[in-house]
């Protein structure tokens, strides 16, 4: 739904932080979806959503230290 995307990454002690900005039509108002749902997951709420300035969104989160494993065996 966008034609631009922007994502910058920081680690920090608190983990990593992804700042994601786009030009799409941004946050509508609707209910939580599968998005939101996995971003509570991974962050353990710690993620916003909002409208970025001059249109579409802007969307932070932080990914704590060891909340995604890397030894997933199906």
């Keep these: 739904h966008a034609s631009a995307v922007s994502v910058a990454a920081r680690e920090t002690p608190e983990g990593l932080t992804l700042h ?3 030009d799409g039509y941004g946050p509508t108002g609707g209910g939580k ?3 939101s749902a996995l971003f ?3 962050t353990a709420g ?3 959503l909002s409208s970025a300035a ?3 969104g802007e969307t ?3 990914i704590p230290p060891g ?3 890397s030894d997933y065996q199906e």
């Design 60 to 62: 932070t989160l932080t």
């Design 33 to 35: 979806g599968l998005g």
């Design 46 to 48: 710690r993620w916003s």
């Design 40 to 42: 509570d997951l991974w």
């Design 54 to 56: 001059g249109g579409g």
């Design 67 to 69: 909340s995604l494993r």
């Design 20 to 22: 994601i900005v786009d």
